[in-house]
């Protein structure tokens, strides 16, 4: 009896003297934010600390989510709580089985690290790993000139955005799709980027010019 007693204090203890939440993943909005249910009932929104997956309408935004849910979905979590973000939700680091999540999806080349919000001192690592995944073409790395979620969301505001981002190589570059049956192209900021036919990648303007491909009218890359 006071074995349980002793655990139990012990555990009161840690709780409290650390920021940590602890509580089943009810569901998986994308890659990069979880719910949990704790055991008061109570349901938090996570979003995982340092890292930004693809948003749902870019290429792997879909993979992403996939991703995560496996790893966490109907699993026991444990979140470290670094920070809360502007819309109120918390931020912190995901552990499920031991493992971290946050730093899995970056291994699983599901995520960029978060240059903007990663302050922690394992962020360095963390751009380690994302550059390691880069390296090895495994998920989102393996698509062309993959575009950085924080760039997408500047997109959508601003289609004109990605004219003056042409760069060439991985997140700088916003890179233009092309519709492989009409020939046109557009930026990535168009409702039309990831339309059916519009599987032809290209890093620049003039590379899809070169191909034979038009402006779209739309979004006049
Ligand atoms: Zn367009």
Not at 45 to 53: A, E, N, P, S, V
Not at 57 to 77: D, E, I, N, V
Not at 84 to 101: E, H, L, M, P, Q
Not at 173 to 198: A, E, L
Request: hydrophobic share 35%.
């Amino acid at each position: 009896m006071r074995l349980i007693f002793l655990i139990f204090f012990l555990l009161i203890h840690s709780v409290s003297h650390s920021q940590n939440l602890v509580g089943k993943v009810i569901s998986v909005a994308d890659g990069d934010t979880i719910t949990i249910l704790d055991n008061k009932y109570l349901q938090t929104k996570i979003r995982l600390y340092g890292i930004d997956t693809p948003e749902k309408g870019q290429p792997f935004g879909k993979a992403a989510k996939r991703f995560t849910s496996k790893l966490t979905y109907k699993k026991k979590a444990t979140i470290k709580r670094y920070d809360t973000d502007k819309y109120g939700r918390t931020v912190g680091v995901v552990f499920v089985d031991g493992i971290n999540v946050n730093a899995e999806i970056l291994k699983a080349g599901f995520a960029w690290q978060y240059r903007k919000y990663c302050k922690a001192s394992f962020c360095e690592d963390w751009i380690l790993l994302e550059k390691e995944a880069r390296k090895s073409q495994v998920g989102l790395w393996k698509g062309v000139a993959p575009v950085s979620p924080w760039k997408w969301r500047k997109g959508a505001r601003n289609s004109s955005y990605s004219k003056s981002n042409t760069g060439k190589y991985g997140d700088a570059g916003t890179g233009f799709h092309g519709n492989i049956k009409s020939h046109v192209f557009h930026s990535s900021s168009c409702r039309h980027f990831n339309c059916k036919n519009c599987i032809e990648s290209f890093y620049t303007r003039k590379k899809a010019i070169a191909a034979g491909y038009r402006p779209c009218g739309g979004c006049k890359p």
